[in-house]
């Protein structure tokens, strides 16, 4: 928050939010905490907590905190941080959905919040019968991960719990001549735009709705500042899909027809696709087609469309402000009637509520 931004906010009872430099707190930054409580200046603040010693000024104080930092997450704060195992777990269904049989996990799992997504990731693979080849190694070591790299069986789908990881392979990847996504699969998490658009090629990530987060924090923070009780249990927020960009990519099935299939439906979901149209992009018959998507996913072609186009229709409600037939339109279900009736019956409520439930 800029500092005169915040000198400018009026906050109940004359209270002055703190100035939050960025995501770390020095020292200096507790003995003003502590100057200003004094002072009777600082009554509440919301802050993404990464410094033992402002933890310990915010610990001593009578004031309401929320931790947005799952980084540095501990039971006692009041925080509300992205829920990492499902996110690992979307992470290994993402690649599982792409027909992957190779998997790697490459990054530091000390943090708890590395390591949940971590555990996320790993648990879910097992689950399908498949084990991650992981490494854990420090930033700044690319040698030694391109050494590791060359040792994965390919194809791979390589997870990081961090884009700053992921970035971090994908130079490994450079130095160890092996092609993205071609070879490796990379998938990083936090979908840091700035960041994933200027890697090379550009990096798919894990999008942990960071405005959904704040929005509830700040909502949990306003609470707390009228008097409620501080809940027991952080608040987590639920991941939203992965951003696809070109360091994933791709998809690892041997059956080519199968890929053709699936890369028809996926850059066609904004309309309407009939099953005939599907067939008509790959080189066999329906009934072979049918045959190898319920072997490969266990439900039809058909069932594979409108999952696609459902899964786009809950994204454009929660992003957008495109009204019920609009959103219908530019998913493939042609009327907001239609849309309205698969919602009820896949959520059981309906688009609006799913929408203000689930707003970014």
Not at 128 to 148: F, K, M, T, V, Y
Not at 231 to 237: D, K, S
Not at 243 to 262: C, G, M, N, Q
């Amino acid at each position: 928050m800029d500092t005169d931004l915040a000198s400018s906010m009026a906050w109940p009872g004359g209270s002055t939010p703190i100035p939050a430099g960025g995501f770390h707190f020095s020292m200096a930054s507790a003995r003003n905490w502590r100057e200003w409580s004094r002072l009777g200046k600082v009554t509440e603040s919301f802050v993404p907590i990464s410094d033992n010693d402002f933890l310990e000024a915010a610990r001593s104080r009578d004031i309401p905190v929320v931790n947005v930092a799952g980084r540095f997450y501990e039971s006692y704060q009041t925080s509300v941080i992205s829920d990492n195992f499902a996110c690992g777990r979307l992470a290994a269904e993402y690649f599982l959905n792409r027909g992957f049989k190779n998997f790697a996990l490459a990054g530091a799992t000390e943090a708890s919040f590395s390591s949940n997504r971590a555990t996320g990731y790993v648990q879910a693979l097992e689950e399908h019968g498949h084990r991650a080849s992981i490494l854990q190694n420090p930033l700044g070591e690319e040698q030694a991960l391109a050494d590791w790299l060359k040792t994965l069986p390919l194809p791979c789908a390589i997870f990081c719990p961090s884009d700053r990881r992921a970035a971090s392979v994908l130079e490994a990847a450079y130095l160890a001549k092996l092609n993205v996504p071609e070879d490796l699969s990379v998938l990083g998490i936090g979908d840091h735009k700035q960041l994933c658009e200027l890697c090379t090629p550009p990096l798919s990530s894990v999008d942990c709705d960071m405005e959904l987060r704040g929005f509830e924090a700040a909502s949990l923070l306003s609470r707390l500042m009228a008097g409620e009780e501080r809940p027991n249990e952080p608040l987590l927020v639920a991941p939203t899909g992965v951003v696809t960009r070109r360091s994933s990519d791709i998809y690892a099935f041997e059956d080519p027809d199968l890929v053709k299939a699936l890369r028809y439906i996926y850059e066609n979901a904004h309309k309407t696709i009939k099953v005939n149209d599907v067939v008509a992009a790959t080189s066999i018959s329906r009934r072979s087609l049918e045959n190898r998507f319920r072997h490969q996913f266990h439900h039809s072609l058909h069932d594979e469309i409108w999952r696609v186009h459902f899964d786009l229709a809950k994204h454009l409600l929660t992003t957008t402000d495109l009204g019920l037939q609009q959103v219908a339109e530019q998913s493939g279900f042609r009327t907001a009637s239609g849309l309205a009736n698969l919602f009820k019956q896949k959520t059981g409520v309906t688009p609006r509520t799913y929408r203000s439930e689930h707003r970014r």
